[in-house]
């Protein structure tokens, strides 16, 4: 009889035993987390035994892997984490693909990822700069290809292309990572910039050159001027590695150093895909199904995690359908490029439509149902000791102190000879959390710049009148006239008896502000209409009738509707107009309007505060939906 080599694809990832490779994998991800954490700032204290506990469990369970030929099953288990976690990343950062390209063009400018290659190969000229007007398309094309990316592997799809792809892919992100947990925003570099000659800069900078050691005139023709100077970098502090998902979800984004750590982490797990893809001989393996299946468990927790289940509706969409191309019996339709297709095809049209409409989730502080109040209060002041290092001269043992301790006044430690004074530290007791909402979000109109219409809303008319402030009415006896001035600015040296005389206190108009705040009005109102414009010139107005009947019925219903631009004044003006949409127009920081809303424009109803609804230009409603379903 001949001898049987079809064992059961269980036992052949299983290797010489399944059960003891399943711990040596646990083991493997139980030293990977005591290695992450002991890199952690708030695991400082065990600092000694976490990373040599750390790499002792890693090094351990991969010799036990090894031995136990545990490979396929880590290569399996790899598969399903990586695979789910690029789907997930991918679709988070898809479901935003602008806010994403606001993050690309962080990363652009030519202080942030670019003084880099300035330093490394002594390129002060080289710039990344002109990939900021790409950035948009360059958002869609990542997201799409990390999540076609993170089908192929679920699915053992042209596993050595895909597995050199997911590990160049984290290289990179790695790469990313690393310069932005590693940015000192106090190191300068040397940078240099072509300008035109006739650049308002052009003559700033060649005055400053003569007395700033810094800063240095290269050449110079008829058209050009090239200046050297010493820069500061532009630090990204996030990375936008899970978009705005994270800080919407769990209330902060992974820190640079975290991000680094997730990403080394994922590249470990892709060299493990990659040496499987590439060994020598036969690479035996259970059915895709058992990989899908696992694969949505991932894909479930991280959508738990993130408080949105598109992801898991996405991934068995694209996974299962991915598995009827295969199973099915026309070649064309079985064939790999048919269910890259496919994804691709489920890619596009959730790009389509976040891209025309708005995301699908919307995880800023300005989401309906959001308290925009609360979102301004809802920051965390930190709480940090101030931590003096002392070291003995002899043993060298480390002792720290907290500064205002009883502890170290009694120790009277800098009194022992035997004790050298290393540092003053700061210890975080409670990390400080910036509010979801800054003082960037802060509507205002100058003074100069409110008109009649500004005036519609009665908030701006009664700010814009002068306050009445205590004052004084003088008889100027040389004159024979009478004038009357405010209180403070009275004084007897300035007003002598023998030129003024006091005749009476009385109320004079005060002076009127340069601007008017209106941010806490508007949190105020019962209900309040905001129109909302990033760029007056740039926005699709297509849908601006609907926008005027909507200003006409909030009028009569004594309902204000006013706008929010980072324009100009005179852009302002232009665009009434052309437009006549005849409502106040306050002024505002672009990028808080950027994060209110990625529609340009876009509208926006607050009651006492909360958000109550969101439309971006191509949902705007009518006047009579209104009516009948806002303005009740």
């Known amino acids: 009889m001949a001898k049987t080599t079809n064992l059961n694809p269980v036992a052949r990832i299983g290797g010489r035993s399944i059960y003891i490779n399943v711990f040596l994998i646990l083991l493997n991800l139980l030293g990977l987390s005591l290695i992450v954490m002991s890199h952690h700032k708030h695991f400082e204290e065990s600092s000694i035994w976490l990373p040599i506990s750390g790499y002792g469990i890693f090094v351990f369970s991969i010799l036990g892997l090894i031995l136990f030929k545990g490979r396929l099953l880590m290569n399996s288990f790899s598969r399903i984490l990586v695979g789910g976690l690029f789907i997930v990343s991918g679709l988070v950062k898809a479901n935003d693909p602008i806010g994403f390209s606001y ?18 190969f002594g390129a002060p000229e080289f710039s990344l700069e002109w990939f900021m007007q790409y950035a948009l398309p360059l958002s869609v094309i990542i997201c799409v290809f990390e999540i076609v990316l993170g089908v192929l592997p679920i699915l053992g799809k042209r596993k050595k292309v895909v597995s050199v792809l997911l590990v160049a892919m984290m290289v990179f992100f790695t790469f990313l990572t690393w310069h932005t947990a590693n ?31 810094d800063i240095k005139v290269v050449s110079k023709n008829r058209e050009y001027i090239v200046i050297e100077e010493m820069k500061l970098p532009q630090c990204v502090d996030d990375c936008g590695c899970f978009g705005d ?8 984004s992974l820190t640079p150093a975290e991000s680094l750590w997730k990403d080394i982490v994922l590249s470990y797990f ?5 040496l499987a893809a590439f060994r020598k001989g036969k690479n035996e393996e259970t059915s895709p199904r058992n990989y899908v299946f696992g694969s949505l468990l991932v894909i479930a927790f991280l959508s738990w995690v993130f408080g949105w289940y598109f992801p898991l509706f996405f991934s068995a969409l694209a996974l299962f359908g991915s598995m009827w191309y295969m199973n099915s019996m026309r070649d064309w339709l079985s064939s790999d490029w048919s269910l890259i297709l496919w994804n691709l095809l489920l890619c596009v049209l959730v790009e389509v439509y976040v891209l025309s409409y708005a995301p699908i989730k919307d995880y800023r502080p300005y989401a309906v149902g959001s308290n925009l109040i609360e979102k301004m209060n809802d920051g965390v002041e930190g709480v940090y000791l101030n931590m003096l290092v002392y070291q003995n001269v002899k043993t060298k043992e480390i002792k720290e102190y907290d500064a205002s301790s009883d502890a170290y006044i009694q120790s009277k430690i800098w009194e022992d000879k035997n004790w050298k004074y290393l540092e003053g530290r700061q210890k975080e007791i409670v990390p400080m959390r910036i509010p979801s909402i800054t003082d960037q979000f802060n509507p205002y109109l100058p003074m100069s710049d409110v008109t009649e219409v500004d005036k519609n809303w009665k908030i701006i008319a009664q700010l814009s009148q002068p306050s009445k402030v205590e004052g004084l009415r003088i008889f100027d006896k040389n004159y024979e006239s009478e004038m009357e001035i405010p209180m403070e600015e009275y004084s007897p040296e300035g007003f002598p008896e023998e030129e003024y005389e006091i005749r009476d206190t009385i109320q004079v108009d005060g002076e009127l502000p340069s601007e008017v705040n209106l941010r806490d009005a508007i949190l105020a109102e019962k209900q309040i209409f905001i129109v909302i414009s990033k760029k007056i010139n740039d926005a699709n107005w297509k849908n601006i009738d609907a926008l005027k009947e909507m ?3 909030c009028q009569a219903k004594g309902v204000p509707m006013i706008m929010l631009v980072s324009s100009n004044a005179d852009e302002i003006a232009a665009f009434r107009k052309r437009y006549q949409l005849n409502i106040p127009i306050l002024l505002n920081d672009e990028t808080e309007l950027k994060a209110i809303t990625r529609s340009n424009p876009a509208l926006m109803i607050l009651e006492k505060g909360v958000v109550k609804s969101k439309f971006s230009f191509r949902m705007t409603p009518s006047a009579e939906w209104i009516e009948k379903n806002i303005l009740k």
């Open 103 to 120: 993050k690309l063009e962080e990363y652009f400018e030519d202080g942030a990822l670019a003084f880099r290659i300035k330093e490394w």
């Open 270 to 274: 892709g060299l493990w895909l990659l």
């Open 183 to 213: 940015c000192d925003s106090s190191r300068t570099f040397l940078d240099r910039d072509r300008y035109e000659v006739n650049d308002p800069i052009v003559a700033a900078k060649v005055e400053a050159a003569k007395t700033n050691k």
């Open 245 to 252: 998902a994270l800080k919407g979800s769990v209330g902060r």
């Open 551 to 553: 200003a006409k019925l």
